[in-house]
């Protein structure tokens, strides 16, 4: 069965420079997650879309924003990268985004990391 | 604070062993999952509980949702090396079915 797609796979960045990275959700998903996760560290979700709108807002960084497009895919932007931002990426992506049996997939994550 | 209390955080037995993990809070969940996370890797859904009192078995795999839906319980019978990994469960609220709370993890090691 296909599942969450993640891209890259890992990413090195210097101190202030920015960073794109994209999630193409399961067919026929139509929400996506974004999670952070540090070392050691459960996720720390950070922003949602349904069906190509923001639909929820976590601990996300003014210098981070996001956006879902036509296709479901999503993308997260990362401007002025800090040491602090290194970090597991996960995507994650459910159909519809309520209700008791409502299920997120993850992605296999983007290792970013910041020198 | 987490909302969903894992407990233990660090679990290390030996192959051939049982193991139990819990999730606890105080608040009510319309729904709770469990995940199983390999290190660099994507966490990957285990099973979903909704109904409270509800028992599923996967495998050597029995997870059981509390009556109340506050809590939830996973144990691993006969435990063999590749259970290892990090464990999570999460839970969509009532009042917010919308968005998944992740407890803080624990960690499963089976010697072999």
């Known amino acids: 069965a296909a599942g969450v797609i993640q891209s890259p796979r890992h990413l090195i960045k210097e101190k202030r420079e920015t960073a794109t990275l994209k999630c193409y959700p399961i067919?026929?998903?139509?929400?996506v997650y974004w999670y952070q996760q540090g070392p050691g560290q459960d996720p720390q979700f950070l922003i949602s879309?349904?069906?190509?709108?923001?639909?929820d807002k976590g601990s996300i960084p003014d210098r981070f924003s996001a956006q879902q497009f036509s296709d479901y895919h999503s993308e997260l932007n990362m401007s002025s990268l800090e040491l602090g931002d290194s970090a597991l990426y996960f995507c994650?992506?459910?159909?519809?985004?309520?209700?008791?049996?409502?299920?997120?997939?993850f992605g296999p994550g983007t290792r970013l990391t910041v020198t | 604070t987490q909302l969903l209390e894992q407990s233990p955080q660090f679990l290390s037995i030996q192959e051939g062993e049982n193991l139990t993990v819990y999730c606890n809070s105080s608040?009510?969940?319309?729904?709770l999952q469990w995940y199983r996370q390999e290190p660099g890797e994507g966490p990957v859904l285990l099973v979903t509980?909704?109904?409270?009192?509800e028992v599923k078995k996967l495998k050597r795999l029995t997870f059981q949702f509390g009556d109340a839906r506050k809590d939830s319980s996973l144990h691993i019978t006969a435990a063999q090396p590749g259970d290892t990994g990090l464990y999570l469960c999460?839970?969509?609220?009532?009042?917010?079915?919308?968005?998944?709370?992740f407890g803080a993890g624990t960690t499963v090691t089976v010697r072999a």
């Open positions: 994650a992506s459910s159909f519809g985004n309520r209700g008791p049996r409502f299920e997120q997939y």
């Open positions: 067919p026929r998903h139509d929400t």
């Open positions: 879309f349904y069906e190509k709108m923001q639909s």
């Open positions: 608040s009510v969940f319309s729904s």
């Open positions: 509980v909704v109904t409270g009192g």
């Open positions: 999460a839970g969509a609220e009532f009042t917010n079915d919308y968005k998944l709370s």
